[in-house]
C-alpha cells in the first residue's frame, strides 16, 4: 500500500514563507512523477505543481509560478514545495500524489495521479 503523509502547513502572513514536504512510504516514490495540488473551501481541488522522476523538469500552475518550487530527494522518497511570497488566496489544503503511470509526463490533471496524502493546511492572513 502506498502511504503519502505531508508535513509543514500552518499559519503565516501575507509575504512570508512555507516548505511543505510530503513522505512517501516504501518503493512507492520511483519512477513516478509527482505532485501537489490544493483545495480551499468550497472550491475544488486545483493543480499546484509537478516533477517527473526522469530528469526533474517541472511544472506550475501560472497562480504560483515564480513563488513557489517543487523538489524532490528520491533517495528519501520526499517531495517538497517552497512557497515563498505567500498571499491569502493560497490558503488551502494542500495535497501531494502520484502519479498513476511510471515515467510520465508532468500532468496537471486529478486523474493522472492514483495516490493522494490527507493534506497539510496552510493558512495566510492579510
Known amino acids: 500500500q502506498v502511504q503519502l503523509v505531508e508535513s509543514g502547513g500552518g499559519l503565516v502572513q501575507a509575504g512570508g514563507s512555507l516548505r511543505l514536504a510530503c513522505a512517501a512510504s516504501?518503493?512507492?516514490?520511483?519512477?513516478?512523477?509527482m505532485a501537489w495540488f490544493r483545495q480551499a473551501p468550497g472550491k475544488e481541488r486545483e493543480f499546484v505543481a509537478a516533477?517527473?522522476?526522469?530528469?526533474?523538469?517541472?511544472l506550475y500552475a501560472d497562480s504560483v509560478k515564480g513563488r513557489f518550487t517543487i523538489s524532490r530527494e528520491n533517495a528519501k522518497n520526499m517531495l517538497y514545495l517552497q512557497m515563498n511570497s505567500l498571499k491569502p488566496e493560497d490558503t488551502a489544503v494542500y495535497y501531494c500524489?502520484?502519479?498513476?503511470?511510471?515515467?510520465?509526463?508532468?500532468?496537471?490533471?486529478?486523474?493522472?495521479?492514483?495516490?493522494w496524502g490527507q493534506g497539510t493546511q496552510v493558512t495566510v492572513s492579510s
Open positions: 500524489a502520484r502519479a498513476r503511470v511510471p515515467n510520465s509526463s508532468n500532468s496537471r490533471l486529478r486523474n493522472d495521479y492514483e495516490y
Open positions: 516504501g518503493r512507492s516514490f520511483s519512477p513516478y512523477a
Open positions: 516533477i517527473r522522476w526522469i530528469g526533474g523538469s517541472t
